[in-house]
């Protein structure tokens, strides 16, 4: 089992920048595909980015935050970080981080995790 804890979120202005993290415990992150998500209300939820280790240790993000958002990894604090960047309104939403052994076609799709932390909120306003 894994639990995962997000942090980092709250109120920034657009243009402004956060820096999430996703803390992992039960077992070393190092070893699964992480990947972020999001959900507005009203909205589905939705795929914003993804950390493969697997086949070629590659990086995938939504259209939506390509450019912007980047995803980290710090393997002694077992440790994810998604840091946004150029934040605007429609980025406002409960941010999700997830792991598991995804494959590729299964990247962008909550069924490619396993574990799921509890979210945190994110807030893009003046």
């Known amino acids: 089992q894994v639990q995962l804890v997000e942090s980092g979120g709250g109120l920034v202005q657009p243009g402004g920048s956060l820096r999430l993290s996703c803390t992992a415990s039960?077992?070393?992150?190092?070893?699964?595909?992480v990947g972020w998500f999001r959900q507005a209300p009203g909205k589905e939820r939705e795929f914003v980015g993804a950390h493969r280790r697997s086949g070629g240790n590659t990086y995938h993000y939504a259209d939506s935050v390509k450019g912007r958002f980047t995803i980290s990894r710090d393997n002694a604090k077992n440790t994810v970080y998604l840091q946004m960047d150029r934040l605007n309104p429609e980025d406002t939403a409960r941010y999700y981080c997830?792991?598991?052994?995804?494959?590729?076609?299964?990247?962008?799709?909550?069924?490619?995790?396993?574990?799921w932390g509890q979210g945190t909120q994110v807030t893009v306003s003046s």
């Open positions: 997830a792991a598991g052994q995804a494959i590729l076609s299964e990247l962008r799709q909550e069924r490619g995790y396993w574990y």
């Open positions: 039960g077992r070393t992150i190092s070893q699964y595909t």
